[in-house]
T-cell receptor
Framework: AQKITQTQPGMFVQEKEAVTLDCTYD???????LFWYKQPSSGEMIFLIY??????QNATEGRYSLNFQKARKSANLVISASQLGDSAMYFC??????????????FGKGTLLTVNP | GAVVSQHPSRVICKSGTSVKIECRSL??????MFWYRQFPKQSLMLMAT?????????EQGVEKDKFLINHASLTLSTLTVTSAHPEDSSFYIC???????????????FGQGTRLTVV
């Protein structure tokens, strides 16, 4: 079974509107971290936002917020006021395990976001 | 955030030759570095985990003799693709963890990636 599932291969949004990118995850660990990265066409991976499994509040970073629903095992990314520069591939990733254990990130297949003017 | 520099950004090599890719942490000590491979329009797949001063840990299905990883210092890890073939053409990207803390919430910083084309 996939550990990270991103069901939207592609998404379109009008400039200045908000968009939600879906991510569900599968883990039996109690302690884990969820990440969102942006990958523009240049290839670099840009860290956007992080949510820890024990964090009670949803993470926010500027125009990015993470809608964390632990019981549903979902960690959707919300981008508010979309900009043309937001057009890129977006990856959801998870790190499992307790302190001192494996640090590996597992990535979803990504969602290609296109912002239309 | 911390800076990870990867070099070269693009490389074209002939089939049968070897190519070395460098991953440097510029402003922090990286005890652990990770090497990923990404095929076009696909996700990142972890190839190996590199720990300074010890042998790399390879993921299942990754040939350790083909993808040589060396992590000789706290700021440098190298990936050498030996006897490259056209099917090795891909985007390779490294990431590095700052410090020695294994806390779950420590983010990983990524290099810019290397696009390898084997002709």
């Amino acid at each position: 079974a996939q550990k990270i599932t991103q069901t939207q291969p592609g998404m379109f949004v009008q400039e200045k509107e908000a968009v939600t990118l879906d991510c569900t995850y599968d883990t039996s660990d109690q302690s884990y971290g969820l990440f969102w990265y942006k990958q523009p066409s240049s290839g670099e991976m840009i860290f956007l936002i992080y949510q820890g499994s024990y964090d009670e509040q949803n993470a926010t970073e500027g125009r990015y917020s993470l809608n964390f629903q632990k019981a549903r095992k979902s960690a959707n990314l919300v981008i508010s006021a979309s900009q043309l520069g937001d057009s890129a591939m977006y990856f959801c990733a998870m790190r499992e395990g307790l302190r001192g254990s494996n640090y590996k990130l597992t990535f979803g297949k990504g969602t290609l976001l296109t912002v239309n003017p | 955030g911390a800076v990870v520099s990867q070099h070269p950004s693009r490389v074209i090599c002939k089939s049968g030759t070897s190519v070395k890719i460098e991953c440097r942490s510029l402003d922090f000590q990286a005890t652990t570095m990770f090497w990923y491979r990404q095929f076009p329009k696909q996700s990142l797949m972890l190839m190996a985990t590199s720990n300074e001063g010890s042998k790399a840990t390879y993921e299942q299905g990754v040939e350790k003799d083909k993808f040589l990883i060396n992590h000789a210092s706290l700021t440098l890890s190298t990936l050498t693709v030996t006897s490259a073939h056209p099917e090795d053409s891909s985007f390779y990207i490294c990431s590095a963890r700052a410090g020695t803390s294994m806390a779950v919430n420590t983010e990983a910083f990524f290099g810019q990636g290397t696009r390898l084309t084997v002709v």
